[in-house]
């Protein structure tokens, strides 16, 4: 297909992504991660011990918040802090993120630690979610090292990556990795959570506009798929 | 295959399912759906003009909230009202399920009028989201009547029908209508929206146990759509 | 007097009243109970154990909370969740309710047990608040007697029965049982909260319009024991 | 009857009662009321229109607020404010003080003009709000002057006066305005308001310990009016 | 200089101060503390124990709230309990009465004991903030004083005394305590609190209009330590 | 002196300062400052029209908010949105940056138009307030400059520029612009807001440890007086 986008990619193509590494000094592991203009400050915190509920179990617990700051999107938002109450928006991208993360995490090799991924989007243009995943697994990986190399672990907590891309159709056209503005134009649009060998964590689509049909979905998990790969590698890359 | 559910069900059989109408006296739409033990009261109210940033759009609008009773589960929960804060599922789940009506709305023929459709569950047994929007779809439809009865409306605002089901998989053995046990169990689980002539709104999977593979996607996203396809005829038997 | 109601009745009859025990499957009690078109769940949760500032006392402790669904009334009201705070009726009537079953607990005999009554209201019509006084003794008369076939009880905890009904001056007309719109109407509101044997645990009369004299509060107690007798028949019948 | 109390009080005794007017330099009618060492400030603020739901009604409307200091009890209290909500307690006594206001308000005589009345426990010693009522009338009452006194008003909003007071039965014994330990000991407490031409606003009468009769229902109303006409006459006193 | 103010008072010249002990019966300390028309009511409350960052380190702990009644103002402002949260300015000045006394608190002497000085606006007319530290002093000396009769202090937890006012320019014209009108037409405002001794605890000057210089700065310093020295003087002698 | 400092630096040294402009791609203005590793990013959000009691007066407003990441610390902080509440020092430092702003600017010239500006700390070590203040004024400086080149200025609204530094002492010894270890360590902190024309906008000093005389009041005055000469040198430099 020889399709033309705005930033002139091509259809299945992704933006430029840059993982940084150690953007802070204090937390335990942290990572500047880029999708394009989106750009995510991730930082993994780690404790000594688990909430109440998971106490004397010998397992660990991983979580994740996800917040924008008022002025990452085009015209400036509220603060949530301000307004005294989280919104839906990100009540459900934290949740994604968490359950994403924890699904390559081994809790018995984790021990009792608690690992805390906050993801702040400094400068959002869609793919904000995805991105944060795919750098969240960067700083969870410093942040295991991090315990490891304090003697904190037995074994090996994490058994596989985690990598995220949103996928989507423009009219008949589908898309990899879509822009903000590609995103309000959208019909379908499909966020895919998978792990380095191949696997789906996590798909969530919705049809923004016409519903979708299974042949359509099919296109999107194929993109999906190409493009969790490619990052997946510059993952690998950036933790060599 | 000849694998048998706690209940006695067949692996790709429905929970008995009923559709009451008119459970309420003042709201122009209302349904007691259940899904066996899940029991979930939908009231569509009507209010005549649209929220702020939509005014003197010609549009209509469409919005729905979700919400347990305390002692609907096994054990109570605490109020979100005494906390003073919605938690992250309930955001989640209202959002999914506004989206899922809205997307068979036309709202130039709805007019500027909104529908707000509070679905509340009287009794949790697994599946009370896939329920909500089931029986939301007949709330919807009644209250659409009501304003059409009323001459209020130039054509009709709903374009297709919409019913929802959980699927997902125990080990190696893929579930319809999944029960509480059976949810809590699921190493996936997976919620489909879909429209009654056969196309997707939503797909939301996640793996809560070991990562899926396409295939397992493939398999259960037939069982979701056998199930829609099912409780499709329900909705319609039920508003005949 | 042969003053005629809106709905046919006289002037000192109550509405058809509807006490269903076990309306739900996982609470220790419950009661969908009906005043007319007045629809209140009630669930009674036991759990062991007291609040921390009645631990070792040998004590147990009953309360209420009651809410609302938005769309109980005529018109849709917002959710409390939704606002984050609970408004200054809510909590009235929570407070009225817990207190009225507790002047008939023998702490003593339920041991460091709490029971907690959550009455939602499902569609109003008047009398919500006595109506739910109503049900809720016949859910804890059941979590009771839950807790005394799990042996858990030592004594009987309940000294005596509960019940609840509205009374009003519609003008110079005395009203038993209000439905909402006699209550809108009514110049004085009187709840009146009695146990079994004829004794009184709560009055409440306030003049909405005219204030009333000690004459007319008398006609109104004589009318609200009429009413509270028919409803301890009721509950009796509703637990043979 | 002899009985003697703590502060050596008759049984039909108020406590010694202080009004004092214009307390505050701001307020358009302001009060500190003392009963014993209950120590109420009210203020009435006076504002020009009415809330957006009375507009164009060409009536009036009358508001209370009812707050206490931290240190107003015998052991400090968190502020409500500290707290982010205001508690049930307080809830429902702004409301009584604000239901009593209004009975004798005539809103066409008071216009298109709110007057709230701010009552504030500087110190409590029992029946904080029956001296909340009892001070906020007379502060009512100069607002209300300071209203006519601009040429205002076209007639007196001011139907009658208001006062309260609680009684309550400490065993067999029946007391007239009771101080906090007796009110901590009362099995019975009543709280009675009155106009001054004799008629009830609000009767609510709660069984804390034993149940109670008609006929003693009927001994706390006597000994409540006589405390409203003592309380009348300091009004009237305070206000010539 | 021969400037006269609005209340005829010289430039330099303190509003008539009033310090009242024991204004309250029930707390460990209190004071009505009167600059002028500002009237603040402190109440300092003793718990035995600390907060639980604190605990099992021997040493004791102070703190403050600031509060404005509704209608201490010219015109009535809602309660922050009402708004469900607490303004920057509370947070702000709750903040500086607390360093303030902290300032000359010896914790070790105090042992583990906390006290709360709550301090109420009743009325305000500038310098809310300087009379609330000034009148917290006193409490703060009555409680230690309750709980060294009491037996419970092993030596003096009071090094110092404090007390604060407020100076500013009007134009070039230097002025000592501004009232409320003054405070509003100032270009600078300095808050100024000081040990009796003549050392500085706290300093916050703020341009409102124009900058100010160094030279500026100085005369009101002059100004604020004069202030201060008159009334340490005024509450060593109330304390006397 | 010849006191060397953790870091190395001199007493009166400031840290490496770096001021990069338009490190966001929406925002009017946006600057990422550091002190040292104090890192905070403001962004200046340009709105037409102003706050509603400020309509219809010809003038502008500018605003800020200040936050902190949740890892920007040593340790991991719980986020403000999430406790539902902003904390006081929160509150206390964005009302100071907001009027250290205000003091620069010319609400005539600024026309009605709002500036808000967002400063939110990504890594913390001490002197946020102090360089969220510095860098806002640059943020601010390019914001008009964007409302200027589309012509929506009459004339100049920035009258002077604005930088800030903190300064204290560690015992006897007096330090410009402390590092957070040196922060938790004084005795002393002054954080001084001045104009690039030398006058002070703002003074705060706190006595954390022992109270601080007239003279050591007068070091810290100088030493502040030159980190703002340097710190404006440095902004003047970035706007070149």
């Not at 990556?161 to 995103?183: F, I």
């Amino acid at each position: 297909m020889s399709f033309t986008r705005l930033d002139g990619r091509r259809h299945d193509e992704l933006r430029p992504v840059t993982i940084t590494r150690n953007w802070l000094d204090h937390a335990e592991g942290s990572v500047l991660v880029e999708f394009g203009r989106t750009r995510v400050l991730v930082a993994a915190s780690v404790t000594v011990g688990v909430p109440r509920w998971r106490k004397d179990s010998g397992l660990g617990w991983v979580t994740a918040e996800y917040a924008m700051l008022p002025r990452a999107t085009h015209t400036r938002s509220d603060r949530e802090s301000v307004r005294g109450r989280i919104g839906g928006r990100t009540h459900e991208i934290s949740r994604l993120i968490g359950r994403s993360l924890r699904a390559v995490v081994d809790y018995k090799a984790l021990g009792e630690n608690t690992i805390v991924l906050d993801c702040d989007v400094l400068q959002a243009d869609g793919g904000t979610r995805t991105a944060a995943i795919t750098g969240a697994y960067v700083a969870l990986a410093d942040a295991v090292a991090n315990l490891r190399s304090r003697g904190a672990l037995k074994g090996n907590p994490l058994k596989d990556t985690v990598a995220a891309v949103s996928v989507g159709y423009a009219g008949a056209q589908p898309l990899l990795d879509l822009a903000y503005e590609e995103d309000v134009a959208a019909d379908t649009d499909l966020n895919v959570v998978m792990t380095g060998s191949g696997k789906f964590i996590e798909v969530q689509g919705t049809a923004e506009g016409e519903p979708f049909s299974r042949d359509e979905l099919g296109v999107l998990l194929d993109l999906g798929e190409l493009g969790c790969r490619q990052l997946t590698a510059k993952q690998l890359e950036a933790l060599a």
